[in-house]
């Protein structure tokens, strides 16, 4: 004899509930994510150079140097920021293609270095260029 049971009821689950939670999920790992930025932090150490170039000062070379206190020197002279000016003004307008190298200590800040680069091209002067030392005599 068979036995005939009830139908049994179609058990299905609830995909809307559950697609709901995924979703929130979801968005919440996309905010998260996209909230935090990456910030990178570049060790450098100026002014070594690997592939620096052993170059002999040409004639009339003007050379502007800066210390680690900030004092800033014209062909070895301490000058103020005014007389510094006067210089470049002078430099420049003998030889609009006047050669004029920063030297800079390591220490020295940035800021500093960038105003006396700023300061010779404000000047009209634009054959700048920056010695570093040797890298390989740095790391003996």
């Not at 430099?91 to 680069?117: H, T």
Request: charged letters at 25%.
């Amino acid at each position: 004899m068979k036995i005939r049971r009830p139908a049994d009821d179609n058990v299905e689950l609830q995909m809307a509930s559950m697609m709901d939670c995924i979703f929130i999920l979801l968005i919440f790992f996309v905010v998260t994510t996209t909230m935090k930025k990456v910030q990178k932090v570049l060790p450098i150490e100026l002014p070594e150079s690997a592939a620096s170039l052993t170059k002999l000062d040409g004639p009339g070379q003007v050379v502007l140097s800066l210390d680690a206190a900030g004092r800033r020197h014209f062909n070895g002279e301490p000058v103020t920021t005014s007389a510094l000016l006067e210089r470049l003004q002078a430099a420049a307008l003998a030889n609009p293609d006047q050669p004029l190298r920063v030297d800079a200590d390591r220490n020295a800040r940035y800021s500093d270095i960038v105003e006396l680069i700023e300061a010779a091209q404000f000047q009209g002067l634009r054959n700048i260029e920056l010695k570093t030392g040797d890298f390989s005599a740095a790391t003996r």
